[in-house]
């Protein structure tokens, strides 16, 4: 059922899910004539199950909106899921989120990376990821102008 402050306020400005206290699910901000944050708080430690990774160039810019992320089964070519960086739609509002992941469970990952270099696409993969140490915060990826690693946090 879709909550009556979503309801009251559906032609506001902006719309934007984003995990905003770190606990590890999507959270709700609706913009407008005021501001709305709608919290969303998973049962338990069901959040250490997640994963948000971030792209960013070799200086720490957001610059790498488009880089493709994919999450896989530790070790396997099993897909997980899928997402895109992307740093600028919505109406009126801009934004630099992490790619979020909700994972059947709390097990190491696979991340594959894909960017756009001057001589085309790049894949990198980070193996045996834990999504719990990254409750809290992002998987954050620095990568160069020729989609090689430079730092991962």
């Known amino acids: 059922m879709t ?31 005021m501001h709305h944050l709608l919290r969303n708080d998973l049962p338990g430690d069901r ?6 990774v971030i792209v960013l160039d070799a200086k720490g810019r957001y610059t790498r909106a488009g880089s493709e992320i994919r999450i896989y089964d530790r070790g396997t070519k099993k897909l997980l899921g899928t997402g895109l960086l992307d740093t600028g739609s919505g109406y009126d ?27 085309g696409r790049r894949s990198i993969r980070l193996s045996d990821i834990s999504p719990k ?21």
Do not use: C
């Open 3 to 33: 909550p009556d402050i979503i309801r009251k306020n559906d032609a506001d400005h902006g719309a934007a899910w984003l995990d905003f206290d770190t606990d590890g699910d999507l959270d709700l901000a609706l913009t407008g004539a």
């Open 47 to 52: 959040g250490s199950g997640s994963l948000q």
């Open 93 to 119: 509002s801009q934004n630099a989120m992490p790619a979020h992941f909700g994972l059947p469970q709390a097990t190491p990952v696979d991340v594959e990376i894909t960017t756009m270099t001057q001589k």
């Open 133 to 153: 140490d990254y409750l809290g915060r992002y998987l954050a990826v620095k990568v160069d102008q020729n989609g090689m690693i430079v730092k991962q946090t």
